[in-house]
Nanobody
Framework: QVQLVESGGGSVPAGGSLRLSCVAS?????MAWFRQAPGKEREGVAA???????NYADSVKGRFSVSRDDAKNTLYLQMNSLEPEDTAMYYC???????????????????WGQGTQVTVSS
């Protein structure tokens, strides 16, 4: 079964930057980032499929970007211009087809990482 390990979370002032990493154990067609704040539902942030197609949530367009290193089997989430509203636990997810990238919703994921906390202060 696919194993996913996130890292790179931390605390940063508003306007700052962080880069999250997700290392996967094997082949994955689609990988995505989700986040969940206390008392709120898990929401999609960004996703990329094997062909390099990318989908971003409207709330992060122009601020966040995803990239990958195939040699390291790693997906990255570069987060710039961070806002307090970005504070959440961030999770890496994997899917078996295009749907995870297209719909960017938790029900399309079949594997999850343990999460990494991102906290943005005012």
């Amino acid at each position: 079964q696919v194993q996913l390990v996130e890292s790179g979370g931390g605390s940063v002032p508003a306007g700052g930057s962080l880069r999250l990493s997700c290392v996967a154990s094997g082949y994955i067609y689609s990988m995505a980032w989700f986040r969940q704040a206390p008392g709120k539902e898990r929401e999609g942030v960004a996703a990329m499929d094997y062909g390099g197609n990318i989908n971003y949530a409207d709330s992060v367009k122009g601020r966040f970007s995803v990239s990958r290193d195939d040699a390291k089997n790693t997906l990255y989430l570069q987060m710039n211009s961070l806002e307090p509203e970005d504070t959440a636990m961030y999770y890496c997810a994997a899917g078996e087809g295009y749907r995870l990238r297209h719909y960017l919703r938790p029900s399309e994921a079949n594997s999850w990482g343990q999460g990494t906390q991102v906290t943005v202060s005012s």
